[in-house]
């Protein structure tokens, strides 16, 4: 048994050591179009990985798009009319998306609002950010979207000669948000959580302060997913409200692919968030214009499929049948004269 446990381990660091030089080398021996996919597979794997935070603890929000627009837009406002740099404007912007969102989640929790209508609750507020970005058109541009004036070269404006720079800016955000996630599965904030998701009035009753641990990992999904938002607008350089904080990202574009990979597994919105975007292009490069919003109708047809038959997700259910015979053989093992 020691033998195979030691193989098994060294096999598993040869492949994160291949995984490794093979992430650090792909800028440089991959087109430009494939960096660009990789780098959208990061930062919308680092986003539905801070939401799955909150999602996998039943904590289901809708209203993640608030963040998202809350940070890349007030980034972008304060670079265009102000000239300040987006690594300052970041701070500024962070700030004020954790403040509105895990306010308006601590009020929910102080009033003892939860499931459905704690969802419902953050639907609309994103419906109300998304709102007021259309209306003040004025200055962020409304419907019609928002550009970043550009200037070339400055990388103290968060403007790269090269897609090379944000591919590893970006992968190294979703490496801290995979960190995180660690972090908290060791800390006694889980088990309070999943403690207060199967009955909050026992877990109240033991002494457990459930409005504080709520709070805490909304926080933290508030904070990882502002700065993703604002990662994503400034290297996109153009924004757009229905793109940002649209029904289609808020409601279903973050909370499918965390479920399509398994919203409890530290992979699975990694897989989830690379399938998505691997089929939506090869979608859009495939078909262009003939079948829009085939690829949506397909989706939403996973995504019922999911729900009913795999809840764990693709990589979830996987992780969990083997994790099921590794048990089953080492039960049969100890039960061997």
């Known amino acids: 048994m020691k033998g195979t446990d030691s193989l098994r381990r060294g096999i598993l660091f040869l492949v994160i050591a291949v995984l490794a030089v093979l992430l650090i080398l792909s800028p440089f021996l991959l087109s430009s179009y494939l960096i660009h996919i990789l780098i959208l597979i990061?930062?919308?794997s680092a986003i539905t990985t801070a939401w799955s935070y909150m999602g996998r603890f039943g904590l289901v929000s809708f209203g993640h798009g608030s963040i998202l627009g809350i940070g890349a837009y007030t980034t972008a406002l304060l670079f265009n009319y102000y000239g300040l740099s987006p690594w300052i404007g970041m701070f500024i912007a962070t700030l004020m998306a954790v403040l509105f969102f895990t306010g308006l989640g601590y009020c929910c929790f102080r009033l003892g609002v939860a499931g459905h209508y704690f969802a419902i609750t953050t639907l609309v507020e994103a419906m109300v950010i998304n709102l007021l970005i259309i209306n003040f058109r004025d200055f962020t541009g409304g419907s019609l979207g928002l550009t970043i004036y550009p200037l070339g070269t400055a990388p103290l404006f968060f403007q790269f000669e090269s897609k090379t720079y944000v591919y590893f800016i970006s992968l190294l955000f979703?490496?801290?948000?995979?960190?995180?996630?660690?972090?908290?599965?060791?800390s006694n904030a889980k088990r309070a959580l999943i403690a207060i998701e199967n009955d909050e009035v026992a877990s109240s009753s033991i002494g457990i302060p459930i409005v504080k641990y709520k709070t805490v990992v909304t926080a933290i999904s508030a904070f990882l997913t502002s700065i993703g938002g604002i990662i994503y607008a400034q290297y996109m350089m153009i924004l757009h409200p229905d793109a940002i904080t649209g029904l289609h990202v808020a409601a279903i574009g973050v909370p499918f692919k965390a479920i399509l990979g398994g919203i409890f597994s530290l992979w699975g919105p990694l897989v989830g968030t690379a399938l998505y975007t691997g089929l939506e292009e090869f979608f859009r490069v495939a078909y262009g214009t003939r079948?829009?919003?085939w690829s949506m109708a397909v989706f939403g047809v996973v995504f019922i499929i999911l729900i009913i038959f795999l809840p764990r997700g693709l990589y979830g259910t996987l992780d969990q049948i083997f994790q099921e015979r590794k048990a089953f053989k080492a039960d049969k093992h100890s039960t061997i004269p």
Do not use: A, E, P
């Open 42 to 44: 990061f930062i919308w």
């Open 174 to 186: 979703l490496l801290l948000t995979l960190y995180i996630w660690k972090k908290i599965d060791r």
């Open 291 to 293: 079948f829009i919003g």
